[in-house]
């Protein structure tokens, strides 16, 4: 079984869309109907992100970095360890600040505080 996609909930498509963009994903899709951008797909790999418009009546408080109720948790993209400095430099020029860092991993939030992790954990020591 393969991950087919990830399906993310915001309120502004557009600039969450535009956000996973900077980041290196390539969009394949965007749907829209009489409200505006309904969504936007974007391809990670062999899957896909998934971002879809949200229903503003149903909006629940946004939580903060180390929340840990139930729900989506975080989104993490593998990386090569060689890559990390690349990653900490490209992050700092578009002012995307990393919130937590551990030896494995660098975690941002994108603009509507969805957790995301550039990650390099079981990568082989070389």
């Known amino acids: ?9 915001a309120e502004d498509v557009s600039r ?3 956000f996973y963009e900077t980041l290196g994903l390539k969009r394949i899709k965007e ?7 309904r ?13 879809e418009r949200a229903d503003l009546t149903l909006a629940k ?6 929340d840990k109720s139930p729900g ?11 890559e990390k400095d690349f990653w900490m ?4 020029e578009l002012r995307i600040p990393i919130v937590y860092f ?17 990650s390099f954990y079981g990568e082989e020591e070389g």
């Open 72 to 82: 989506y948790h975080l989104l993490a993209f593998r990386i090569q360890r060689k």
């Open 39 to 51: 969504s936007v797909w974007l391809e990670i790999g062999e899957s896909i992100l998934m971002i």
């Open 61 to 66: 408080p946004i939580a903060g970095f180390h």
């Open 16 to 18: 969450v869309a535009e």
């Open 89 to 92: 430099t490209k992050l700092s």
């Open 102 to 118: 551990t030896d494995y991993t660098m975690y941002l939030m994108d603009p509507e505080r969805n957790r995301i992790g550039l």
């Open 1 to 9: 079984m393969k991950l087919h996609h990830v399906a993310l909930v």
């Open 31 to 37: 749907q829209s109907d009489n409200k505006g951008i």
